[in-house]
């Protein structure tokens, strides 16, 4: 056999094997390898991170409960993730799981019940968390700033990260004026740079409910926001991530948050100053966009530090709070 022909068969080879494992043959695990095609972005699927033994591990929501993934691959062996970053990361066969899951409902000792599981953040490991600020009209206005002429950006970092029944320890941080912020969270599942808004949901994996907790002592410390914005804790996802398909317009959805059982902010997606795919189209322009990359998109209006001064009292230790975002479920935290 001469070299070209060993050169091409032994690359022929390596990119099968390395289409198999989700890999991209000759760079192995990319952050860039996920959903490449359309076809390959999850349908009908609401996934959750369950924290076993400090350890997180993928579930499925059914009608019956949540299916333990990692259970199940191990007892029916589909070569199916395990992890929602093995899945945004497209690791495994992301295919199997729709088979997975259909198994795994009918029986009873792979599938848990949903009151019982402990959830981590349903991303748990995203390269960019951007946050959008003043993205709704109405809270512009209750803070006295003018509707932003273009998407207000800053971030947070993994460690602020939590899930659904997370307890955030605000007494450990050198701040005293918490409030909350309930927002839509849009989870990347292909990388984008440059795209166009025509074209900007394609790209979506899926949604889930947020809440940018924040200090705003520390965010009115300086100009630039990010101390107020970082702390541990301080930006719970969950408790699904809801798929693409299953939220057509994301921008007509409910959203309200409670604090110990008060609703303090009632509205809809609808009042965004820049939509969905306005704020997809314009981060691309800026930087790439990768799968598993979360993005704030905002907060309504409600929040604690658009009361007029003599009537903000500011959340503390014990606080419980309940965000609900239509078709995304609930996300109960306490503070402590």
């Not at 095609?37 to 591990?57: C, K, Y």
């Not at 273009?150 to 409030?179: C, M, W």
């Not at 997809?280 to 993005?295: N, Q």
Request: with cysteine.
């Amino acid at each position: 056999m001469n070299q070209r022909r060993r050169t091409f068969v032994t690359t022929s080879v390596l990119g099968g094997v390395a289409a198999v494992a989700g890999l991209r043959p000759g760079f192995g695990p990319s952050r860039a390898s996920a959903a490449a095609a359309g076809d390959e972005l999850p349908r009908g699927l609401t996934f959750v991170t369950m924290r076993t033994n400090g350890e997180a591990s993928l579930g499925i929501k059914t009608d019956r409960g949540i299916v333990d993934v990692r259970a199940a691959e191990a007892a029916l062996k589909l070569r199916a993730p395990t992890t929602i970053d093995a899945v945004l990361q497209g690791r495994g066969d992301l295919k199997a799981l729709p088979r997975l899951v259909e198994r795994a409902a009918a029986k009873s000792s792979l599938v848990v019940a949903e009151d019982s599981v402990k959830f981590g953040p349903c991303v748990t490991n995203p390269e960019k968390i951007i946050c959008v600020g003043l993205n709704y009209r109405k809270h512009a206005a209750e803070t006295g700033n003018p509707v932003p002429k273009t998407p207000i950006l800053f971030n947070k970092y993994n460690n602020a990260l939590t899930g659904h029944r997370g307890v955030v320890k605000v007494s450990q941080e050198p701040a005293e004026r918490f409030d909350y912020e309930i927002e839509l969270v849009i989870v990347l599942g292909k990388t984008a740079r440059n795209v166009s808004e025509a074209d900007a949901l394609s790209y979506v994996f899926g949604y889930c409910t947020g809440n940018d907790l924040s200090a705003r002592d520390l965010q009115s410390r300086t100009s630039q926001w990010m101390l107020g914005k970082t702390f541990d804790g301080s930006g719970p996802v969950g408790p699904y991530l809801v798929s693409a398909d299953q939220v057509p317009d994301p921008n007509a959805l409910k959203l309200e948050l409670k604090v110990n059982g008060e609703v303090r902010q009632s509205s809809n997606t609808a009042d965004m100053v820049f939509d969905c795919k306005a704020l997809i189209a314009y981060i691309s322009r800026h930087m790439t966009l990768r799968p598993g990359d979360i993005i704030f998109t905002g907060t309504p209006e409600g929040v604690i530090s658009g009361y007029p001064k003599d009537k903000q009292v500011w959340l503390k230790p014990g606080d419980k709070i309940a965000a609900s975002i239509e078709k995304l479920g609930t996300q109960e935290i306490t503070l402590a």
